[in-house]
């Protein structure tokens, strides 16, 4: 079975700072790893997915995320934050070598607020 | 390209009453997903199809549950005899078909059970 675990309900960012979104994940094949961003009442925009190559993958609105697969990690980042970054985010992960659900599977979401 | 639409955005129900939503897709996106989302939960997968034939159904999908996408292109979720827990945001998504291929997601449809 695959999961994903998002250790932190809320992060509390001040704008201009960097902020980090943390991710960890479990599944037994080759995971392909993504994150969503959702805003109230809305559905789920995608931000960036690692399937391959280079550990550091860019995304929207000047979002990173970095896959570390020793400590099968996946933390969003970004180096300055703006207080339109406050959303709900979440993380996901798919097996890639065909094993387990065909679905991604996500994290309970993390909530970020960048104070003014 | 239009995104992934969901009709209807909000349905309120009284318990034991049958809904439905409907799902249109992005053009040419063979994949389509129904997930469900709670308060305070990530989506939840239920089911998907891969043009019309449903492939794969997950446990939350009780018998009261039942997707169809008649010819490939949109997809309806219908849920019957409705109970106080089915309350939740029921998300569609569509894909391409190979699995590093991005997921993208409609804007949820809303069902309040009373």
């Known amino acids: 079975a695959q999961s994903v675990a998002q250790p932190e309900d809320q992060v509390n960012v001040a704008e201009g700072n960097p902020l980090t979104v943390k991710c960890t994940y479990s599944?037994?094949?080759?995971?392909?790893l993504f994150w969503y961003v959702q805003y109230p009442n809305r559905g789920l925009q995608f931000l960036l997915k690692?399937?391959?190559?280079?550990?550091l993958v860019k995304g929207s609105y000047g979002f990173e995320a970095e896959f570390n697969k020793s400590q099968t990690s996946f933390h969003l980042k970004k180096p300055s934050a703006l207080v339109s970054d406050s959303a709900l985010y979440f993380c996901a992960v798919r097996d890639g070598s065909g094993g387990g659900a065909d679905g991604l599977t996500f994290g309970k979401g993390t909530h970020l607020i960048i104070q003014p | 390209d239009t995104g992934v639409s969901q009709d209807p955005r909000h349905k309120i129900t009284k318990r034991g009453q049958n809904v439905t939503f409907r799902c249109d897709p992005i053009?040419?996106?063979?994949?389509l997903y129904w997930y469900r989302q709670t308060l305070g939960q990530g989506p939840e997968f239920l089911t998907y199809?891969?043009?019309?034939?449903?492939?794969?159904k997950s446990r939350l999908l009780s018998d009261r549950f039942s997707a169809e996408r008649p010819k490939g292109s949109f997809s309806t979720l219908e849920i019957q005899r409705t109970e106080q827990g089915d309350s939740a945001m029921y998300l569609c998504?569509?894909?391409?078909?190979?699995?590093?291929?991005?997921?993208?997601f409609g804007e949820g449809s809303w069902l309040t059970v009373v």
């Open positions: 599944v037994s094949g080759n995971p392909y």
């Open positions: 199809f891969q043009n019309e034939a449903q492939l794969e």
């Open positions: 998504a569509s894909s391409f078909m190979a699995a590093g291929n991005t997921i993208y």
């Open positions: 690692y399937i391959t190559g280079d550990n």
């Open positions: 053009s040419e996106h063979n994949r």
